[in-house]
């Protein structure tokens, strides 16, 4: 059971459950308009085609009123967008914001295809990390009339930002995307100036799902991106993306810190870390540096993000982040 739950929460994080689009600039043209037509600013975006993360050119003729998510990210964001009214489906691991709760559940990582038709949805927004798998259910909906839209499967900061990008042009909140972005670039380039004071860089041990099969992000990774940008190493930077890691390995490398993410899934995930044995030794170990950061903020590929990168800087280096 232990196998098998460790493989459920690693599979979870890597999809970000827990992680380019064209712009329409009719609205743009007319600078003098009457109040009429001042309220209907996002009518005016309309129709739009966009081209997905599979290449495909989804063409959306209204504003759409009934928005079905398949992936967690693509909740937050159109909920950070304002659109969160419009939703009427979402993943089964779907918990960010609390107003999700309430809303229509839709299946996990196979989806109801019938339940999601019955939603009568103008709108599908699924997700690169899982198109793939799911091409079948997916034309099943655009047979069926649904616009369905494929979000890139984001790897870095900008790949997000071009999620947000088009999910704002897709429900005619390309403005509300636009603030989004810019305010989170603005508070990284605060945590970056932040620290980039500092003198004495940390090592740091990333733990995504608990002994005895412990897996961790090296290179190619948000939590590898974060840590660069918060001034801290990443001891298992050398490995590419998520990797199963010997506890010997670990112990050798002896990181100042140990972060855990799978608190949300499992009890006690710092005491288990500092009552293992031979790991007595180890520096984190020993100080007492082993922090637990909720995995949603720092795998899922949304605009809580930036409070991953907060919560892993306070906890890396709380003297200089930890007010």
Not at 165 to 178: P, V
Not at 188 to 201: C, N, Y
Not at 305 to 319: F, H, N, S, T
Request: glycine share 6%; aromatic share 6%; hydrophobic share 40%.
């Amino acid at each position: 059971m232990k196998k098998l739950y460790s493989l459920l929460v690693l599979l979870l994080l890597v999809t970000g459950i827990m992680a380019g689009c064209g712009s329409d600039n009719s609205s743009e043209n007319n600078t003098n308009v009457s109040t009429e037509e001042n309220q209907n600013t996002e009518d005016s975006a309309f129709p739009v085609t966009i081209t997905d993360a599979l290449d495909k050119d989804v063409t959306l003729e209204e504003d759409p009123e009934k928005i079905v998510s398949l992936i967690p990210s693509n909740a937050e964001i159109l909920f950070a967008l304002g659109a969160g009214s419009e939703v009427v489906g979402v993943s089964d691991f779907a918990n960010y914001p609390e107003e999700t709760a309430d809303i229509e559940k839709i299946g996990g990582m196979e989806f109801n295809v019938e339940k999601i038709i019955s939603l009568d949805p103008d709108l599908v927004l699924a997700h690169g990390s899982s198109a793939h798998n799911s091409e079948a259910g997916l034309q099943q909906l655009r047979d069926a009339g649904i616009a369905v839209l494929v979000v890139n499967d984001a790897k870095s900061f900008d790949e997000v930002y071009t999620s947000m990008e088009m999910i704002g042009q897709a429900t005619g909140e390309t403005e509300a995307a636009e603030e989004l972005i810019a305010d989170m670039k603005s508070k990284l380039e605060e945590i970056k100036s932040k620290a980039e004071s500092i003198e004495e860089t940390k090592s740091v041990f990333v733990e995504v799902s608990p002994a005895p099969e412990i897996y961790s992000p090296g290179k190619n990774t948000f939590m590898d991106d974060m840590l660069s940008l918060i001034n801290a190493t990443n001891v298992t930077h050398d490995q590419e993306g998520w990797n199963q890691i010997d506890q010997e390995a670990i112990i050798q490398a002896n990181p100042d810190v140990i972060i855990t993410t799978y608190g949300y899934y499992t009890e006690k995930p710092v005491e288990q870390v500092l009552s293992r044995d031979g790991w007595k030794d180890v520096t984190a170990v020993k100080e007492e540096r082993v922090v637990d950061v909720h995995s949603d903020l720092v795998t899922r590929s949304g605009p809580r993000l930036v409070e991953g990168v907060e919560e892993l800087a306070k906890a890396v280096y709380p003297d200089v982040f930890t007010e």
